[in-house]
């Protein structure tokens, strides 16, 4: 099973940011080159796992639970964009997320451990609270996108959950992935607990 574990803001954050991502799309320098993400699938991942063999995941999601304890509620909201490599020649649009930041690449952190633990081979790199909102066929410049998000700043929420999400390629509404949540925890540390 092809799975990636996530923090999934409320239906209201989504709607608001779907509202500034309407703007977005209406301008006519945003074209076909774009294309959307579902605004209910966005998410803030925080490790992809790629193909999981069933033998190990019952491993993976007690490490996943353990590193769930160790991270309080987290504050956070979306806020501004860019683009993945650069705005003038970006593969992906993204929205920005801001908030208990530090405590957040923790949370990453340790769940990139977890999954290396059990035996996935998971890469960790510099990580980037962010949602996709877009990919491009080719790298092109979204300066413009990224313009009219600059100012955007959505109502903050409280993450309460991480998410063991299954993706299912292709079998989503207009050949897209399918996303389905097989496990959840609640972050149940206290603030201030070691990282």
Not at 28 to 37: E, F, L, M
Not at 96 to 124: C, F, I
Not at 170 to 192: C, D, I, K, M, N
Request: proline share 7%.
């Amino acid at each position: 099973m092809r799975l990636f574990v996530a923090v999934v803001p409320p239906p209201a954050v989504l709607a608001d940011l779907g509202a500034a991502v309407d703007g977005v799309r209406e301008r006519p320098d945003v074209d076909a080159r774009y294309r959307w993400s579902l605004p209910d699938q966005w998410h803030l991942t925080l490790a992809f796992l790629g193909e999981v063999p069933d033998a190990i995941r019952t491993d993976l999601e007690g490490r996943l639970a353990r590193a769930a304890t160790r991270c309080p509620p987290l504050r956070l909201w979306v806020e501004g964009g860019g683009g993945f490599g650069s705005a003038r020649r970006a593969r992906v649009l993204w929205a920005g997320v801001q908030g208990d930041l530090k405590p957040l690449r923790a949370l990453a952190g340790s769940v990139a451990a977890a999954a290396r633990r059990a035996g996935l081979d998971v890469r960790e790199g510099r990580f980037r609270a962010h949602l996709t909102l877009a990919r491009l066929r080719e790298p092109s410049d979204v300066s413009a996108a990224v313009e009219s998000l600059s100012t955007y700043a959505g109502p903050s929420w409280v993450a309460e959950r991480v998410e063991l999400v299954a993706s299912f390629l292709g079998q989503g509404e207009g050949r897209r992935s399918r996303y389905e949540t097989v496990a959840s925890w609640p972050l149940s540390g206290s603030p201030g607990d070691p990282e």
